[in-house]
């Protein structure tokens, strides 16, 4: 059987079919007009940070509200990829009041983040 009856036959049966919609749903992500001018707007430092922290679930990063990199994780957080975090658990109940006095926000990469979120990333910075 040739590779492309191969894929067929698989397509067919269901066994490719979870492959094929997460690499078109990545693809998806990374031609979005909305990540791409978030993304567009982070210093190198703040592409770092992101991507670095993408690459481990739960991975906690803080921010401040309405920065760049504020705006680019809500939109993150909106679809799945990060969560918000608690300021308390990662900084302790005495520093929880001054830090969102000053705006600080922080947030975790979720599982599907992790999976998902270092390809689409890369794929945006391509762009």
């Not at 397509?11 to 079919?17: A, I, Q, R």
């Not at 990829?81 to 922080?106: I, R």
Request: hydrophobic share 45%; glycine share 8%.
């Amino acid at each position: 059987m040739s590779w492309n009856a191969s894929i067929r036959q698989r397509v067919k049966t269901g066994l490719v079919s979870v492959c094929l919609c997460c690499l078109f749903g990545v693809t998806a992500w990374a031609s979005d007009d909305v990540l791409g001018k978030l993304w567009s707007e982070l210093s190198s430092g703040d592409r770092t940070v992101i991507s670095t922290a993408a690459k481990k679930a739960h991975a906690v990063i803080t921010t401040v509200k309405g920065s760049a990199n504020d705006k680019l994780w809500s939109e993150l957080a909106k679809r799945g990829f990060l969560e918000p975090a608690s300021l308390a658990e990662q900084y302790g109940e005495n520093a929880v009041a001054a830090m969102e006095a000053a705006g600080f926000k922080a947030y975790s990469v979720t599982w599907k983040g992790a999976k998902e979120l270092p390809n689409i990333l890369e794929g945006i910075d391509k762009k």
